[in-house]
């Protein structure tokens, strides 16, 4: 599965972005896919994720009512809607996807297939 994600750029505080993901190269609806974001000297934190069917979604508490992660099957893609931007939002995102029975998974080891990493910056 090759992932490419895109979207990513400069913003101020309070503001919003969006990134998107394509992925190819195996069923996608069979891919329970994600987001993750690396800041600057830390380790790579959970964002959120989407089942393959799009009917459950799970975030981290730091994000959780300010992004919002969705899914078209038909196109491939995910995308993840960043609203209310904080600094601290500041990272490099990767899409991430896996194959699994459960819905959610939030250890960045338990997934198989990452994408390229978009880098968002949040001037405060």
């Known amino acids: 599965v090759q992932l490419q994600a895109s979207g990513g750029g400069l913003v101020q505080t309070g503001g919003s972005l969006r990134l998107s993901c394509t992925a190819s190269?195996?069923?996608?609806?069979?891919?329970?896919m994600g987001w993750f974001r690396q800041a600057p000297g830390k380790g790579r934190e959970f964002v959120g994720c989407?089942?393959?069917?799009?009917?459950?979604?799970y975030y981290n508490d730091s994000v959780k009512a300010r992004f919002t992660i969705s899914r078209d099957n038909t196109k491939n893609t995910i995308d993840l809607q960043m609203n209310s931007l904080k600094p601290e939002d500041t990272a490099v995102y990767y899409c991430?996807?896996?194959?699994?029975?459960?819905?959610?998974?939030?250890?960045?080891?338990?997934?198989?297939?990452w994408g390229q990493g978009t880098q968002v910056t949040v001037s405060s």
């Open positions: 190269g195996r069923t996608f609806n069979t891919l329970i």
């Open positions: 991430v996807g896996k194959i699994g029975i459960r819905a959610i998974y939030t250890r960045s080891g338990q997934y198989n297939y």
């Open positions: 989407i089942s393959g069917s799009g009917a459950t979604n």
